[in-house]
């Protein structure tokens, strides 16, 4: 009986041990904003940010975890160098004064052992707003090169570019952009 408690405690031990949280950073070069927006009501303009820089902590035992992304938002891309340049400017991404955009998250949302959204708040221009970013894929694994656990995915979001005082170009520009976000994290050593 005395062997059978020792068994269950080094067990229930065991098993919060496994419950500890995991620090992952951004791996630059496979994280990044894209952004899509309907340009005049004819095509949908794209963009994208990055390489972001970020960390996150992950419990997938607990299903609870933390995000802090930082988005450069003077790193804009849209392959017309004219185009990036008057995204930048003060009406818009305003990137002088504002060079950097945060996504920070505390509230991950799984179905079963699948992470599906992460809630948090997204700063643009120095606005603040709800954001939930839904998860399209998201897995994890050991990396093949550097040995150490790995997770990545693919989320997205809509937001309204006029709540962060965007309003340049309405209604020829549409109001309405939709995030794809592209992450993969290292775990930290």
Known sequence: MKRALLAAAAAGAALAAGAQ??????DPTHSF????VMHFGT????GRFGPLDGIAELDRTAQRGEVSLTIPTRIVSTGL?????????????????YPEAYFVARNFV??????REVRGEF?????????????TSFSCAVHPIVKRDWCGGDFEAEL???????????PLVADRVRLLVQVEAIRDQ
């Open 110 to 115: 799984f179905e079963g052992d699948a992470l």
């Open 21 to 26: 949280p995991v620090s992952y950073r951004l």
């Open 123 to 135: 700063t643009l221009r120095g606005i603040s707003r709800p954001l939930a970013l839904r998860a």
């Open 81 to 97: 160098p004219v185009l990036d340049s008057r995204l930048r400017q003060g009406d818009l991404f305003a990137s002088e004064a």
């Open 43 to 46: 095509a949908t303009l794209r």
């Open 160 to 170: 309204r570019r006029s709540d962060f005082g965007m309003s340049f170009g309405l």
């Open 33 to 36: 904003v894209h952004f899509e």
